[in-house]
């Protein structure tokens, strides 16, 4: 009732007081930044540097959104870096607008007066500015006359999605209280659920109603997905927060930083030192974002592998007058300049990259796709990753081409593509005065041939799934019972048959040793053993914060998980008597933090061997159906299914959500039915041990890992400096299951350890593991 009550309220009281409403108008109106492109896209001096194109509309008014490259050949793409500068995305904030329209006319100008500088960014890089990606906000913000009425609010943010789909446009002149509209710097699909919802108060920050629910933001991001850019830069202006600072990707929780995280911080504290503010006495203030919503930078940076900035631009006087206009742009532009340069290595700024080109080995092409990991060699000799689990792959362009703005330093990279021999090199040196190429060419797999027979015990007539997981890549094929030649490009293959009713099949075959292997699969009906769909928790019992609700078992009510979760839910023990061999299916989605948080399901014979063990530490929210074998199980009895959870004191997401949970199993020793001259081998998930989370890496004062083993047994941990020397050492008795060991950060002796890398080392009887500790130093 209120959501129908309120914008009503809101219109009136916006009729009564509205203000006359004047901007400067040195301001571009959106009609006045089409036109001024349009006029530029005429001149024909300009069009072998210039192309001006529309990349897509406003969600709804169907607005143009222009952009404007500049680059030689601009209306192809070259192998060339890029880089992307975004003037407005809320609309009251029209002084970045500004910026790139200033950044336009100074590229133009240059080329106009034959510029040195101008020229070779002209010929070596592509230069794309998007002027407004927000035209509905922006014409709201200079008013317009619309059916008899005049519609203008100079601190309208947003677009003008129709929020409570009532036909009016529920807007009200002065800060916030905006009902309808979506803030397009929320609608970002990474962490977009963390974003805000429409309350009551103040609207502006309104995420919209699913991830790139708005046009806008998907505009910018299939912009981003044709494109690679280096650089990409969001101009914004702080209406109440902090004035002229650069955000960056990113600092959760003061304690959780992005993979690269040198890097991009380098860059900004560069970027922002060559920014001079408005007083004059100083520049720009860098800062990690602390926020966590649906943002463009976090987006760009993790998705796209951009090193992305939001600068907020000029002081709380979001709109002055053009003296300070002016002003503003001339010395952002600098900012802009810069990041060119740097993806540029142009003379006189750090030219640290490493870049090349990524080729077949027998052929010679150049390889679209592929993906490159870096690694840094930190002060401890120890290599770091560049990238993180949050992250898509960084994939070579449509040249083959890679490149990586580096800091000075060593380096290892690693190339792979489906169907390739992954290629690594190591110690390759950056230099600050030139960027380092290094191309790769990879080796391409032999075609091997696989003969597979399929076939069921009963003679049914059945429809096959039969998903392949391997070097070649994952792909899956809907076939009925015969025998078919296939030809995968990897040495070996993991092959998983699944068919109604049917106890489902998973192979790992040898496929190099003579060119040709065979898999002959007789599909054996399954028994359910144990199903559940959560319609009441009669069946399970345990601690923490489970429940019921959709008809889903979920890891707690509330939409997120909470900081320190440590909770546990066993079912009840089911027969398997005479069974060979069991499987699990879930139907689920997840969502944990990236590593650190855990999730995990464990089946147990009733005397409490481990029979099989999963676990996930990341995020498939879309959801799936995913199965898991134990190996034979002969003998066993009855067996029981246990689920944890277990969280960090940091960063939290939606956790668990299981719709279904099968365990199937077979009377039949099937294990394959081995072709003689090419042995198939049964394989399982099952872990006997695992290391399961980690309380704080990097730590500070003290840590704890979690990790869990099958049976009780004593283990011995010991704890090795970069040296490889041991600073301590200690045995515990471990339970069976989860056990938890906390460190100090001390020697044996009581000695407080200075900060770096350690390496943990786990013992057991069958298990060891190594986890590398990043020990810092606690601040004041
Ligand atoms: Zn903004």
């Excluded at 053009?322 to 003379?347: E, K, M, S």
């Excluded at 799934?465 to 391997?470: A, I, P, S, T, W």
């Excluded at 009895?637 to 199937?664: C, P």
Aim: aromatic content about 10%; glycine content about 8%.
């Amino acid at each position: 009732m209120r959501t129908t009550i309120l914008p009503i309220i809101i219109l009136l009281l916006g009729l009564q007081s509205l203000p006359a409403q004047t901007l400067d108008s040195r301001y571009h109106t959106y009609e006045e930044v089409n036109a001024y492109l349009d006029s530029l896209s005429q001149i024909p001096l300009l069009q072998g540097i210039l192309s001006v194109q529309e990349i897509g509309r406003s969600n709804n008014e169907n607005l143009p959104i222009m952009a404007a490259k500049l680059s030689d050949n601009p209306t192809v793409d070259e192998d060339e870096a890029a880089v992307l500068f975004l003037g407005q995305c809320h609309a009251e904030e029209i002084l970045g607008l500004e910026i790139s329209i200033g950044l336009i006319d100074t590229l133009i100008h240059g080329f106009q007066s034959h510029n040195s500088h101008i020229l070779a960014i002209l010929q070596n890089m592509e230069i794309w500015i998007v002027p407004t990606y927000n035209p509905e906000g922006l014409r709201v913000v200079h008013g317009f006359q619309e059916d008899s009425t005049w519609v203008q609010d100079i601190t309208y943010r947003k677009n003008r999605t129709d929020n409570n789909q009532n036909g009016i446009f529920d807007y009200s002149p002065g800060i916030g209280y905006d009902y309808d509209g979506v803030d397009a710097n929320r609608n970002y699909s990474f962490n977009w659920i963390h974003g805000d919802v429409l309350g009551f108060g103040d609207y502006d920050y309104f995420r919209g109603t699913a991830p790139f629910s708005e046009s806008e933001s998907r505009t910018i991001r299939d912009l981003a997905l044709s494109q690679f850019f280096t650089f990409s830069v969001a101009y914004h202006s702080a209406r109440s927060g902090i004035p002229e600072i650069i955000y960056y990707p990113w600092e959760w929780d003061e304690t959780k930083y992005p993979p690269g995280y040198a890097l991009i911080d380098n860059i900004a504290q560069e970027l922002g030192s060559r920014i001079i503010n408005e007083a004059g006495d100083g520049h720009y203030a860098v800062t990690p974002g602390k926020t966590m919503r649906g943002n463009t930078h976090d987006w760009f940076y993790t998705q796209t592998g951009s090193l992305s900035y939001l600068i907020e631009v000029g002081t709380n006087n979001l709109q002055p007058g053009r003296t300070l206009i002016n002003d503003t742009v001339r010395r952002n532009l600098i900012g802009c300049f810069y990041l060119i340069d740097r993806a540029l290595g142009y003379p006189t700024e750090n030219r640290s990259q490493l870049r090349g080109i990524v080729r077949n080995a027998v052929t010679g092409e150049e390889l679209e796709g592929a993906e490159i990991k870096f690694w840094k060699l930190n002060v401890s000799q120890v290599y770091v990753p560049q990238e993180g689990s949050m992250f898509a792959p960084r994939l070579t362009d449509q040249f083959g081409r890679y490149r990586h703005i580096a800091q000075q330093g060593t380096y290892k990279m690693v190339v792979s593509m489906a169907g390739f021999e992954p290629d690594t090199v190591l110690g390759i040196t950056t230099s600050s005065s030139f960027a380092t190429d290094h191309d790769f060419s990879l080796n391409p797999y032999p075609e091997n041939s696989l003969e597979l027979t399929l076939s069921s015990s009963d003679g049914a007539n059945d429809l096959y799934l039969v998903e392949f997981d391997d070097a070649a890549g994952c792909d899956s094929q809907m076939v009925s019972a015969g025998t078919y030649q296939m030809s995968r490009r990897a040495p070996t293959t993991t092959v998983s048959i699944f068919a109604p009713s049917k106890f489902p099949q998973r192979h790992t075959l040898n496929l190099a040793n003579n060119g040709n292997a065979g898999l002959s699969a007789v599909l054996v009906p399954s028994q359910s053993v144990f199903m559940d769909n959560f319609a009441d928790m009669s069946h399970w019992s345990g601690n923490g914060n489970w429940s019921v609700s959709e008809g889903k078992l979920k890891t707690q009510p509330e939409l997120f998980y909470s900081d320190n979760t440590h909770q546990t839910l066993t079912s009840q023990r089911f027969n398997v008597t005479g069974m060979q061999q069991l499987a699990i299916t879930l139907q689920h989605q997840y969502e944990v933090e990236w590593d650190l948080d855990t999730l995990a399901m464990n089946l147990y014979s009733g005397d409490g061997m481990l029979l099989l063990s999963h676990h996930w530490i990341d995020q498939n929210w879309e959801g799936l159906s995913q199965t898991c074998w134990t190996s034979d199980i002969a003998g066993v009895d009855s067996a029981y299914v246990v689920l944890t959870m277990n969280t960090d004191s940091t960063v939290y997401f939606r956790g668990w959500q299981i719709e279904e949970l099968t365990v199937f199993g077979t009377d039949s020793t099937f294990t394959g039915i081995d072709d003689d001259e090419h042995p198939v081998e049964t394989t399982t998930f099952a872990y006997s041990a695992q290391i399961l989370a980690i309380e704080s890496n990097p730590m500070q004062e003290s840590t704890a890992i979690r990790f869990q083993i099958p049976q009780a047994e004593r283990v011995t941990v010991r704890v090795f400096n970069v040296l490889g020397q041991e600073v301590y050492q200690t045995r515990l008795s471990a339970q069976s299951g989860v056990n938890n060991w906390r460190w100090n950060g001390q020697s044996n002796r009581g000695h407080r350890l200075a900060a770096g890398v350690y390496l943990v080392h786990f013992q057991a009887r069958d298990w060891h593991a190594t986890q590398k500790l990043l020990k810092i130093t606690t601040q004041g």
